[in-house]
Nanobody, 124 residues
Framework: QLVESAGGSVQSGESLTLTCVAS????????MAWYREVQGQLRKGVGL???????FFVDTMKGRSTISKDSAANTLYLRMDSLKPEDTAMYYC????????????????????WGQGTQVTVSS
């Protein structure tokens, strides 16, 4: 249902845009989120976009990340700027049929779909 791509290896300070292809319905009606996971650690949220277009980012990604959707391409994007070595992780997109936030707070609801992940490696 969800297919991520466009991960890769970059230098510290560079930018990278990840993509997640989803069905037209999911992209238009679901909350779409990006998570990342470092081996041996818990998967953590990066940012999300509600079905109404509202975006939310965790503090470490605020100001240097953008999430957007292209309905014509059935694609979700995560652009990350000023990348740091600590951004190195496997990145996953996820989709949830309901909202992901309540009163401006990201609630850890379960997601209906997950992608297979795409690796991002940032070298110093």
């Amino acid at each position: 249902q969800l297919v991520e791509s466009a991960g890769g290896s970059v230098q510290s300070g560079e930018s990278l845009t990840l993509t997640c292809v989803a069905s037209e319905y999911i992209l238009g009606h679901y909350c779409m989120a990006w998570y990342r996971e470092v081996q041996g650690q818990l998967r953590k949220g990066v940012g999300l976009i509600e079905s109404d277009g509202t975006t939310f980012f965790v503090d470490t990604m605020k100001g240097r990340s953008t999430i957007s959707k292209d309905s014509a391409a059935n694609t979700l994007y995560l652009r990350m700027d000023s990348l740091k070595p600590e951004d190195t992780a496997m990145y996953y997109c996820a989709a949830r049929s309901g909202r992901c936030t309540e009163d401006g707070i990201w609630v850890e609801y379960d997601f209906d779909f997950w992608g297979q992940g795409t690796q991002v490696t940032v070298s110093s």
